[in-house]
T-cell receptor
Framework: AQSVSQHNHHVILSEAASLELGCNYSYGGTVNLFWYVQYPGQHLQLLLKYFSGDPLVKGIKGFEAEFIKSKFSFNLRKPSVQWSDTAEYFCAVISTDSWGKLQFGAGTQVVVTP | GAVVSQHPSWVICKSGTSVKIECRSLDFQATTMFWYRQFPKQSLMLMATSNEGSKATYEQGVEKDKFLINHASLTLSTLTVTSAHPEDSSFYIC?????????????FGPGTRLTVT
């Protein structure tokens, strides 16, 4: 079945640590890839997106993600997290196979401790 | 730019009543709006896709007679939860796709917390 998988449901790390969140998808066709963040009590915000071109994309707040087509992956990274990065992170995919619908992963709750 | 609002932000209603939630694109026109449902600690589940001037397309398992969607203009879509029951309590989120945009990017509203007592 077509799906979006996020490897970690819950991550706890200290400030200044590096963060990497995995995302794999199983859709065929052309894909558009997104990472969204949902801070406590707030709405979804777009962190970054990949449509085409350079597979390493940079987003807001120091986040970046790398699209590896051969691995069907779009992992999110940040070299040094801050306490304010505590949030829920969602990977999402739109593909021609999904009729243009945005399919979300289950989300990863990231907690950054001071 | 690309701001989406929802109203109300939270609502409490009694079982058996109906509730209407509005989704507006404030500074752009939206060809398509989407309605999602999010349960606590879970991801967003697409309920339906709404195109201006046409009937909404519902995802499998979503009751179209219970969740009425109207997309009357390029800036407004409404979701009405009819004869609400406690199991309908959830966080409802809308998103909008910009008219004329070449990409599939969606802009999300802040969500509406519905509690049915």
């Amino acid at each position: 079945a077509q799906s979006v998988s996020q490897h970690n449901h819950h991550v706890i790390l200290s400030e200044a640590a590096s963060l990497e969140l995995g995302c794999n998808y199983s859709y065929g066709g052309t894909v558009n890839l997104f990472w969204y963040v949902q801070y406590p009590g707030q709405h979804l915000q777009l962190l970054l997106k990949y449509f085409s071109g350079d597979p390493l994309v940079k987003g807001i707040k120091g986040f970046e993600a790398e699209f590896i087509k051969s691995k069907f992956s779009f992992n999110l990274r940040k070299p040094s997290v801050q306490w304010s990065d505590t949030a829920e992170y969602f990977c999402a995919v739109i593909s021609t196979d999904s009729w243009g619908k945005l399919q979300f992963g289950a989300g990863t709750q990231v907690v950054v401790t001071p | 730019g690309a701001v989406v609002s929802q109203h109300p932000s939270w609502v409490i209603c009694k079982s058996g009543t109906s509730v209407k939630i509005e989704c507006r694109s404030l500074d752009f026109q939206a060809t398509t709006m989407f309605w999602y449902r999010q349960f606590p600690k879970q991801s967003l589940m697409l309920m339906a896709t709404s195109n201006e001037g046409s009937k909404a397309t519902y995802e499998q398992g979503v009751e179209k007679d219970k969740f009425l969607i109207n997309h009357a203009s390029l800036t407004l879509s409404t979701l009405t939860v009819t004869s609400a029951h406690p199991e309908d309590s959830s966080f409802y989120i809308c998103s909008a796709r910009r008219y004329g945009a070449g990409s599939y990017e969606q802009y999300f509203g802040p969500g509406t917390r519905l509690t049915v007592t």
